[in-house]
């Protein structure tokens, strides 16, 4: 009879410290969603199990906030995407245009026509958060900021970030942009996943530009054990913003804290939340938990080739390699060139030589059937072998082009002329970036090889 009772006293106790451990357990939770978060209706959080999805914590998770700049993690991921596909390396030139250049700060101050790599506006974008490199990058995958928005927003959602939607690709204030804390784990753990050897950009502490050195604004790298990225992001819509990755022995979580009143008091709340969950992570787990979904359909404006084969005009090896690069998937066979052009206008890319409709002469104010001189260049541009490094939105751009690739062609340029040409795709106008006078297609080929080797784009073609 005593063991009897000492028994059921030993299954009470038992279940007396499972109770108290429950309770203990809610506590935290409480705690962590108390006091200043709690009184703040901005707040928004979430702790995600990196390694098997499983959500550890939530707080109006689901809730529409606004990103801010946690909207550079999206650019980020189609900059690492493009790279990925060779539609752009590193040392790949992004040139400002005004609208680039004017945006509001946090900025690297780069002027108009003026440009930095890509591995630099990766770290602009990584430290800085700046808003112009941002906007540049935009511009030059997509060929416009809005373009590059709708891009980013169907990366959103084949990343099953269902309600998510971009408008721009620096979170600068915009009504109609916005997220959830839910969505932006699901980009963390993505940008971990997708591009492992991308990702150790987000561990930068500090990146040198020009004689300034900038420092990260995470101010949780180097301080907080594990943590080894991503982003924060601030407006006074949004509150602050910070989406953190920690990785601590076999343990792996990504959080996110959105609107919190300052920079201090989100940060603190991001150290609860790792402190209180990280241990809770499992141990086990692929870690493969976020669809790639389709691969972008990434225009990259500075590198206007035809997308698809057989390519009229083809002439030598150089092109082919170029041509290849950028192929997308290859459609079923077409015979002819109406049907031909019919295929591609069905994809929206260019139609390949003889080129789309000219913009008429009074359009582009030159008069000779859109040839725009840069320098010196005159009529006979049009004929002959000419090699075209790319096609931009804008006059200014396609000049900066230009400028930038005469310097590095050496004497494989020497005798030739720039000169930009306009032509109509899709209601809109861009400019082709040209250079003529070759003396055959030997000349041409070797100009396009030199220029390859500085990291352009180029074709050669005979008019």
């Known amino acids: 009879m005593y063991q009897r009772k000492f028994g059921l006293i030993d299954q009470f106790a038992a279940l007396s410290r499972s109770l108290l451990r429950l309770m203990a357990f809610a506590g935290l939770a409480m705690a962590l969603a108390s006091g200043a978060a709690l009184a703040n209706s901005k707040y928004a959080g979430i702790v995600v199990d990196a390694k098997t999805g499983k959500t550890l914590y939530a707080y109006n998770a689901d809730q529409l906030r606004f990103p801010a700049s946690l909207t550079k993690m999206m650019t980020l991921y189609m900059v690492f995407e493009a790279l990925e596909q060779r539609k752009i390396k590193l040392n790949t030139r992004i040139v400002f245009s005004a609208n680039a250049a004017k945006e509001p700060p946090t900025k690297l101050g780069v002027g108009t026509g003026k440009s930095i790599t890509v591995e630099q506006a990766i770290y602009a974008l990584v430290t800085k958060s700046a808003n112009d490199a941002s906007t540049a990058v935009a511009e030059h995958l997509g060929g416009s900021e809005a373009k590059f928005a709708r891009m980013m927003t169907a990366k959103a959602r084949s990343l099953g970030m269902s309600r998510t939607t971009f408008r721009n690709a620096h979170g600068l204030p915009n009504s109609k942009q916005v997220t959830t804390a839910r969505d932006m784990a699901r980009l963390g ?26 420092s990260n604004h995470n101010r949780l790298l180097g301080t907080v054990r594990g943590v080894d990225g991503i982003k924060t992001g601030y407006t006074r819509a949004s509150g602050f913003n910070l989406v953190s990755s920690v990785v601590d022995r076999n343990r792996s979580i990504v959080a996110v804290v959105m609107g919190g009143r300052t920079g201090a008091s989100r940060n603190a709340q991001m150290k609860k939340l790792i402190a209180g969950y990280l241990s809770k992570a499992s141990t086990r787990g692929s870690g493969n938990l976020i669809a790639r979904g389709a691969p972008s359909t990434i225009s990259v404006a500075a590198l206007e080739l035809p997308k698809v084969g057989p390519v009229p ?16 998937p290859s459609p079923a066979p077409v015979v002819g060139r109406e049907a031909l052009a019919q295929s591609l206008a069905e994809q929206k890319v260019a139609i390949p030589t003889p080129a789309p409709a000219i913009v008429p002469p009074a359009a582009v104010g030159s008069a000779n059937q859109g040839i725009d001189p840069v320098t010196t260049a005159s009529t006979a541009a049009m004929d002959g072998w000419m090699i075209q490094i790319g096609a931009t939105p804008d006059r200014d751009s396609a000049v900066a082009l230009l400028s930038r690739a005469q310097g590095a062609g050496g004497n494989a340029l020497s005798g030739a002329e720039p000169f930009t040409m306009a032509f109509a795709k899709d209601n809109e106008k861009l400019y082709r970036a040209r250079f003529g006078g070759f003396d055959g297609q030997s000349a041409a080929t070797r100009a396009c090889r030199a220029l390859e080797k500085k990291g352009f784009a180029c074709w050669a073609t005979a008019n």
């Open 313 to 328: 005009n083809l002439r030598h090896k150089a092109s082919a390699r170029m041509a290849l690069a950028y192929a997308a």
């Open 189 to 214: 753990i993505a940008l971990r996943e997708h591009f492992p050897r991308q990702y150790k950009y987000f561990a930068t502490r500090s990146f040198k530009f020009g004689k300034t050195r900038l």
